[in-house]
């Protein structure tokens, strides 16, 4: 198994401009989170989705923040406009449907905002 | 409300010594817990998790953890470090009860010295 797929792992952008993440989760996992990493906040989670359907949106920091799974092989986070204060690393995880299943995570995405 | 504390930003250990990272949790019902280990520039990894049963769990590269109920504790340890073993540890917690969503704590940066 090719393990959680993110893309791009960096991108530097300015700000203003709108910036997609996307995620390709491990085959079989129905739940699927986005959290983002900075040194300032540690690790926070965004959003989670579980077959498919957005379950918890509670940590998306405002509206320009918006995520997506339109089917269970894909998601993308959504940042527009974008800020120099978006600047972090997001990751996306996912697990299986089991009440103990562990969480997997991507190699993140490394976003720059000038 | 589910939480987790890591009273050590870092952590300092000769190569060869026994190593502890510390966590402490607070849930509602009975936890989850995990380990996870992030290398820099990489997504964090799953070490060990607890679900029910023995307080002494064994995971990855030759970390176990304890358990401890009465302490609400579930300490990273092992009995000889190793210089590879420099990385960032996060210790997570679940609530039994509730749905996937893992609280993380802030960290502990493990530093081994050759």
């Known amino acids: 198994d090719a393990g959680v797929i993110q893309s791009p792992r960096h991108e530097v952008t300015e700000m203003g401009q709108e910036v997609t993440l996307r995620c390709k989760p491990i085959s079989g996992h129905n739940s699927l989170f986005w959290y983002r990493q900075t040194m300032m906040r540690g690790l926070e989670l965004l959003i989670y989705?579980?077959?498919?359907?957005?379950?918890?949106d509670s940590g998306m920091p405002e509206d320009r923040f918006s995520a997506k799974m339109p089917n269970a092989s894909f998601s993308t986070l959504k940042i527009q406009p974008s800020e120099p204060r978006d600047s972090a690393v997001y990751f996306c995880a996912t697990a299986g449907i089991g009440a103990t299943d562990t969480q997997y995570f991507g190699p993140g995405t490394r976003l720059t905002v000038l | 409300a589910q939480s987790v504390a890591q009273p050590e930003d870092q952590v300092n250990v000769a190569e060869g010594n026994p190593l502890t990272v510390k966590c402490t949790y607070s849930v509602s019902g009975n936890p989850y817990l995990f380990w996870y280990v992030q290398y820099p520039n990489r997504g964090l990894q799953f070490l060990l998790k607890y679900i029910t049963g023995d307080n002494l769990v064994k995971g990855s590269y030759g970390f176990e953890a304890e358990f401890n109920k009465s302490q609400t504790s579930f300490h990273l340890k092992k009995p000889s470090a190793l210089v590879s073993d420099s990385a960032l540890y996060f210790c997570?917690?679940?609530?039994?009860?509730?749905?996937?969503?893992?609280?993380f704590g802030t960290g502990t940066k493990l530093q081994v010295i050759p």
């Open positions: 989705f579980n077959n498919n359907v957005p379950i918890d």
């Open positions: 997570a917690v679940r609530d039994k009860g509730g749905y996937q969503k893992v609280t």
